[in-house]
Protein backbone atom coordinates (compact mmCIF):
# COMPACT_ATOMS: atom_id res chain seq x y z
CA UNK A 1 0.00 0.00 0.00
CA UNK A 2 2.60 2.51 -1.02
CA UNK A 3 -0.12 5.63 -0.99
CA UNK A 4 -1.22 4.93 2.54
CA UNK A 5 -4.33 2.41 1.95
CA UNK A 6 -7.03 1.02 -0.27
CA UNK A 7 -8.53 4.16 -0.92
CA UNK A 8 -5.77 6.11 -1.61
CA UNK A 9 -4.36 3.39 -4.11
CA UNK A 10 -8.09 3.07 -6.37
CA UNK A 11 -8.23 6.59 -6.10
CA UNK A 12 -7.81 6.74 -9.67
CA UNK A 13 -5.49 6.08 -12.56
CA UNK A 14 -2.40 7.25 -12.29
CA UNK A 15 -2.31 5.67 -8.37
CA UNK A 16 -3.71 2.49 -10.00
CA UNK A 17 -1.27 1.90 -12.50
CA UNK A 18 1.06 0.62 -10.37
CA UNK A 19 -1.27 -1.87 -9.38
CA UNK A 20 -0.06 -5.12 -11.65
CA UNK A 21 0.90 -8.30 -11.43
CA UNK A 22 4.46 -7.56 -13.19
CA UNK A 23 4.59 -4.78 -10.54
CA UNK A 24 3.69 -7.43 -7.28
CA UNK A 25 6.20 -9.91 -8.63
CA UNK A 26 8.93 -7.18 -8.41
CA UNK A 27 8.04 -6.06 -5.17
CA UNK A 28 8.09 -9.85 -3.89
CA UNK A 29 11.77 -10.24 -5.77
CA UNK A 30 12.89 -7.46 -3.58
CA UNK A 31 11.77 -7.92 -0.65
CA UNK A 32 12.62 -11.68 -0.41
CA UNK A 33 16.29 -10.15 -1.68
CA UNK A 34 16.08 -7.65 1.70
CA UNK A 35 14.82 -10.00 4.17
CA UNK A 36 17.77 -12.49 3.74
CA UNK A 37 20.15 -9.42 3.20
CA UNK A 38 18.90 -7.98 6.78
CA UNK A 39 18.42 -11.89 8.51
CA UNK A 40 22.10 -12.38 7.24
CA UNK A 41 20.61 -16.12 5.69
CA UNK A 42 22.10 -15.43 2.16
CA UNK A 43 21.70 -19.46 1.35
CA UNK A 44 18.65 -19.17 3.19
CA UNK A 45 16.10 -21.28 0.68
CA UNK A 46 12.80 -19.63 0.05
CA UNK A 47 9.62 -21.28 -0.97
CA UNK A 48 6.80 -19.38 -2.62
CA UNK A 49 3.27 -20.10 -2.33
CA UNK A 50 -0.61 -18.51 -2.87
CA UNK A 51 -3.60 -18.93 -3.65
CA UNK A 52 -5.45 -18.61 -6.58
CA UNK A 53 -4.71 -15.04 -8.09
CA UNK A 54 -1.55 -15.59 -5.58
CA UNK A 55 -0.98 -18.76 -7.06
CA UNK A 56 -0.69 -17.44 -10.12
CA UNK A 57 2.26 -14.83 -9.05
CA UNK A 58 3.93 -17.59 -7.71
CA UNK A 59 3.87 -19.96 -10.30
CA UNK A 60 5.44 -17.52 -12.27
CA UNK A 61 7.71 -16.23 -10.22
CA UNK A 62 9.85 -19.74 -10.05
CA UNK A 63 10.32 -18.94 -13.98
CA UNK A 64 11.00 -15.37 -13.61
CA UNK A 65 12.76 -15.36 -10.82
CA UNK A 66 13.94 -18.98 -10.30
CA UNK A 67 17.61 -17.75 -8.32
CA UNK A 68 15.15 -16.78 -5.56
CA UNK A 69 12.93 -19.29 -5.42
CA UNK A 70 13.32 -23.14 -4.08
CA UNK A 71 9.98 -24.34 -4.60
CA UNK A 72 6.07 -23.14 -5.05
CA UNK A 73 3.11 -24.36 -3.87
CA UNK A 74 0.20 -22.94 -6.37
CA UNK A 75 -3.51 -23.47 -5.04
CA UNK A 76 -6.32 -23.49 -7.23
CA UNK A 77 -4.30 -21.80 -9.52
CA UNK A 78 -6.46 -20.87 -13.07
CA UNK A 79 -3.63 -20.27 -15.20
CA UNK A 80 -5.76 -21.89 -18.29
CA UNK A 81 -8.88 -20.00 -17.67
CA UNK A 82 -7.12 -17.00 -18.84
CA UNK A 83 -7.42 -15.88 -22.81
CA UNK A 84 -8.87 -19.01 -24.62
CA UNK A 85 -7.01 -21.77 -23.30
CA UNK A 86 -9.78 -23.61 -21.22
CA UNK A 87 -13.23 -24.17 -22.47
CA UNK A 88 -15.18 -21.02 -21.83
CA UNK A 89 -18.15 -22.33 -20.41
CA UNK A 90 -16.53 -25.04 -17.76
CA UNK A 91 -16.81 -22.48 -14.77
CA UNK A 92 -20.98 -22.55 -14.62
CA UNK A 93 -20.62 -26.26 -15.56
CA UNK A 94 -18.80 -26.94 -12.45
CA UNK A 95 -20.87 -24.65 -10.03
CA UNK A 96 -24.00 -26.25 -11.24
CA UNK A 97 -22.79 -29.95 -10.80
CA UNK A 98 -21.98 -28.47 -6.69
CA UNK A 99 -25.81 -27.87 -6.18
CA UNK A 100 -26.81 -31.05 -8.21
CA UNK A 101 -24.35 -32.90 -6.43
CA UNK A 102 -26.32 -31.95 -3.44
CA UNK A 103 -29.83 -33.44 -4.24
CA UNK A 104 -31.26 -30.22 -3.64
CA UNK A 105 -33.67 -27.76 -5.70
CA UNK A 106 -31.73 -24.65 -6.48
CA UNK A 107 -32.60 -21.49 -8.09
CA UNK A 108 -31.85 -20.26 -11.48
CA UNK A 109 -32.02 -16.54 -10.17
CA UNK A 110 -30.72 -13.40 -9.39
CA UNK A 111 -28.25 -14.99 -6.27
CA UNK A 112 -25.59 -15.89 -8.72
CA UNK A 113 -23.10 -14.21 -6.32
CA UNK A 114 -24.00 -16.31 -3.56
CA UNK A 115 -23.89 -19.30 -5.32
CA UNK A 116 -20.59 -18.41 -6.98
CA UNK A 117 -19.51 -18.02 -3.43
CA UNK A 118 -20.86 -21.15 -1.92
CA UNK A 119 -19.74 -23.15 -5.05
CA UNK A 120 -16.60 -21.92 -4.77
CA UNK A 121 -15.85 -21.82 -1.00
CA UNK A 122 -18.08 -23.80 0.98
CA UNK A 123 -20.12 -26.96 0.55
CA UNK A 124 -21.93 -25.91 4.11
CA UNK A 125 -23.37 -23.08 2.74
CA UNK A 126 -24.37 -24.87 -0.28
CA UNK A 127 -26.71 -27.36 1.81
CA UNK A 128 -27.60 -24.62 4.12
CA UNK A 129 -29.09 -22.53 1.02
CA UNK A 130 -30.79 -25.42 -0.09
CA UNK A 131 -32.45 -26.37 3.37
CA UNK A 132 -33.26 -22.72 3.55
CA UNK A 133 -35.26 -23.49 0.29
CA UNK A 134 -36.62 -26.40 1.04
CA UNK A 135 -37.68 -25.61 4.41
CA UNK A 136 -40.30 -23.45 2.60
CA UNK A 137 -44.00 -24.99 1.76
CA UNK A 138 -44.06 -26.25 -1.67
CA UNK A 139 -46.39 -23.56 -2.81
CA UNK A 140 -44.36 -20.78 -1.60
CA UNK A 141 -43.00 -18.43 -4.32
CA UNK A 142 -40.24 -17.66 -5.96
CA UNK A 143 -39.42 -14.47 -4.04
CA UNK A 144 -39.91 -16.49 -0.84
CA UNK A 145 -37.57 -18.54 -2.00
CA UNK A 146 -34.92 -16.01 -2.93
CA UNK A 147 -35.56 -14.44 0.48
CA UNK A 148 -35.26 -17.66 2.13
CA UNK A 149 -31.23 -17.87 0.39
CA UNK A 150 -30.71 -14.35 0.85
CA UNK A 151 -31.70 -14.70 4.76
CA UNK A 152 -29.60 -17.68 4.91
CA UNK A 153 -26.25 -16.12 3.69
CA UNK A 154 -26.73 -12.78 5.13
CA UNK A 155 -28.17 -14.22 8.75
CA UNK A 156 -30.39 -11.42 8.46
CA UNK A 157 -28.57 -8.45 8.50
CA UNK A 158 -27.50 -6.24 6.00
CA UNK A 159 -23.92 -6.28 4.94
CA UNK A 160 -21.06 -3.66 5.07
CA UNK A 161 -19.84 -4.32 1.62
CA UNK A 162 -17.78 -1.18 1.04
CA UNK A 163 -14.59 -3.21 2.06
CA UNK A 164 -16.00 -5.58 -0.43
CA UNK A 165 -16.57 -2.80 -3.02
CA UNK A 166 -12.88 -1.32 -2.99
CA UNK A 167 -11.49 -4.94 -3.36
CA UNK A 168 -13.73 -5.54 -6.22
CA UNK A 169 -12.70 -2.06 -7.91
CA UNK A 170 -9.18 -3.05 -7.56
CA UNK A 171 -9.76 -6.57 -9.37
CA UNK A 172 -11.43 -4.84 -12.07
CA UNK A 173 -8.84 -2.58 -12.86
CA UNK A 174 -6.72 -5.73 -13.11
CA UNK A 175 -9.62 -6.87 -15.55
CA UNK A 176 -9.44 -4.37 -17.42
CA UNK A 177 -5.27 -4.35 -17.65
CA UNK A 178 -4.89 -7.80 -18.59
CA UNK A 179 -6.31 -10.38 -16.29
CA UNK A 180 -9.56 -11.30 -18.21
CA UNK A 181 -11.23 -14.07 -17.69
CA UNK A 182 -13.41 -14.90 -21.03
CA UNK A 183 -16.26 -16.78 -18.99
CA UNK A 184 -19.25 -18.25 -20.53
CA UNK A 185 -22.44 -19.71 -19.12
CA UNK A 186 -24.49 -22.13 -22.11
CA UNK A 187 -28.00 -23.32 -21.54
CA UNK A 188 -28.35 -26.04 -18.96
CA UNK A 189 -26.93 -24.74 -16.21
CA UNK A 190 -27.88 -22.51 -13.03
CA UNK A 191 -26.35 -19.72 -14.22
CA UNK A 192 -28.12 -17.21 -17.02
CA UNK A 193 -26.61 -18.11 -20.33
CA UNK A 194 -24.07 -15.59 -21.28
CA UNK A 195 -21.26 -15.53 -24.30
CA UNK A 196 -17.99 -13.22 -23.16
CA UNK A 197 -18.32 -10.41 -25.14
CA UNK A 198 -14.51 -8.65 -25.52
CA UNK A 199 -16.29 -5.53 -27.36
CA UNK A 200 -18.66 -4.72 -24.08
CA UNK A 201 -16.04 -5.81 -21.71
CA UNK A 202 -13.59 -2.81 -23.47
CA UNK A 203 -16.48 -0.12 -23.38
CA UNK A 204 -16.93 -0.62 -20.15
CA UNK A 205 -13.57 -0.50 -19.08
CA UNK A 206 -13.14 2.63 -21.60
CA UNK A 207 -15.90 4.07 -19.29
CA UNK A 208 -14.78 3.38 -16.03
CA UNK A 209 -11.05 4.26 -16.38
CA UNK A 210 -10.39 5.14 -19.64
CA UNK A 211 -8.14 2.19 -20.79
CA UNK A 212 -8.66 -0.62 -23.03
CA UNK A 213 -8.17 -3.92 -22.31
CA UNK A 214 -4.92 -5.96 -23.51
CA UNK A 215 -6.90 -9.28 -24.15
CA UNK A 216 -3.58 -11.51 -24.76
CA UNK A 217 -1.13 -10.02 -23.47
CA UNK A 218 -1.47 -11.58 -20.07
CA UNK A 219 -0.86 -15.16 -21.58
CA UNK A 220 2.05 -14.17 -23.94
CA UNK A 221 3.99 -12.00 -20.63
CA UNK A 222 3.60 -15.23 -18.71
CA UNK A 223 3.58 -17.79 -21.32
CA UNK A 224 0.36 -19.14 -20.37
CA UNK A 225 -0.04 -20.74 -23.81
CA UNK A 226 3.61 -22.28 -23.24
CA UNK A 227 3.23 -22.63 -19.78
CA UNK A 228 3.56 -26.57 -19.49
CA UNK A 229 6.86 -26.35 -21.69
CA UNK A 230 8.46 -23.78 -20.08
CA UNK A 231 7.87 -25.31 -16.71
CA UNK A 232 8.81 -28.92 -18.04
CA UNK A 233 12.22 -27.42 -19.74
CA UNK A 234 12.74 -23.88 -16.60
CA UNK A 235 10.89 -25.23 -14.01
CA UNK A 236 11.19 -27.23 -11.00
CA UNK A 237 9.97 -27.87 -7.41
CA UNK A 238 6.57 -26.67 -8.17
CA UNK A 239 3.09 -28.08 -6.67
CA UNK A 240 0.03 -27.60 -8.34
CA UNK A 241 -3.15 -27.91 -5.94
CA UNK A 242 -6.72 -27.90 -6.96
CA UNK A 243 -10.01 -29.03 -4.98
CA UNK A 244 -12.48 -30.45 -8.08
CA UNK A 245 -15.55 -28.81 -6.17
CA UNK A 246 -13.64 -25.15 -7.22
CA UNK A 247 -15.55 -23.92 -10.28
CA UNK A 248 -11.69 -22.23 -10.90
CA UNK A 249 -10.45 -25.50 -10.83
CA UNK A 250 -11.32 -26.37 -14.50
CA UNK A 251 -8.42 -23.61 -15.49
CA UNK A 252 -5.89 -25.17 -13.26
CA UNK A 253 -3.13 -27.27 -13.70
CA UNK A 254 -4.11 -30.95 -13.20
CA UNK A 255 -1.77 -33.52 -13.93
CA UNK A 256 1.38 -33.76 -13.81
CA UNK A 257 4.23 -31.95 -15.84
CA UNK A 258 7.05 -33.55 -14.83
CA UNK A 259 9.02 -35.75 -12.07
CA UNK A 260 9.36 -32.23 -9.86
CA UNK A 261 6.02 -30.19 -11.10
CA UNK A 262 3.44 -31.99 -9.81
CA UNK A 263 -0.85 -31.75 -9.71
CA UNK A 264 -2.51 -32.67 -6.83
CA UNK A 265 -6.68 -33.06 -6.98
CA UNK A 266 -9.08 -33.41 -4.45
CA UNK A 267 -12.88 -34.91 -5.67
CA UNK A 268 -14.07 -33.01 -1.99
CA UNK A 269 -11.89 -29.94 -2.29
CA UNK A 270 -12.89 -26.60 -2.38
CA UNK A 271 -10.57 -23.15 -3.17
CA UNK A 272 -7.59 -22.94 -1.48
CA UNK A 273 -8.42 -25.34 1.50
CA UNK A 274 -5.38 -26.88 1.65
CA UNK A 275 -3.45 -23.77 3.11
CA UNK A 276 -5.84 -22.83 5.49
CA UNK A 277 -5.07 -23.28 9.18
CA UNK A 278 -5.37 -26.69 10.53
CA UNK A 279 -8.67 -27.75 12.18
CA UNK A 280 -9.33 -30.25 14.45
CA UNK A 281 -12.05 -31.26 12.15
CA UNK A 282 -10.15 -31.32 8.87
CA UNK A 283 -11.63 -34.76 6.55
CA UNK A 284 -8.95 -37.35 6.04
CA UNK A 285 -8.67 -36.34 2.46
CA UNK A 286 -7.95 -32.77 3.33
CA UNK A 287 -5.00 -34.53 5.87
CA UNK A 288 -3.68 -36.56 2.62
CA UNK A 289 -3.72 -33.56 0.06
Given at each position: ??F???????A?????????????????????????????E???????????????????????Y??????????????????????????????????????????????????????????????????????????????????????????????D???L??????????????????????????????????????????????????????????????????????????????????P?????????????????????????E????????????????
Amino acid sequence: MPFGGKEAGYANESTMGYFTSTQALADYATIIVDLKKTLKEKNCPVVVFGASYGGMLAASFCLKYPHLSFGVLASSVPILNLDDIAPTYSFGSTITKDFRDTDKDALKDILESNYIQAATYDLEKIEGMCNAINSLPREADTVSRIAATANYMNRGQCLDLSPLNLTYNGWIWKYCMKMMFPISNRPGTMLRPSNFDFKSHSKECCHRYGVLPRQHWVTTEFGVHEMKTALKDFGSNLIFSNGLRDPWSSGGVLANISESIVAITTEEGRKSEDIKPIATDDPVWLKEQ
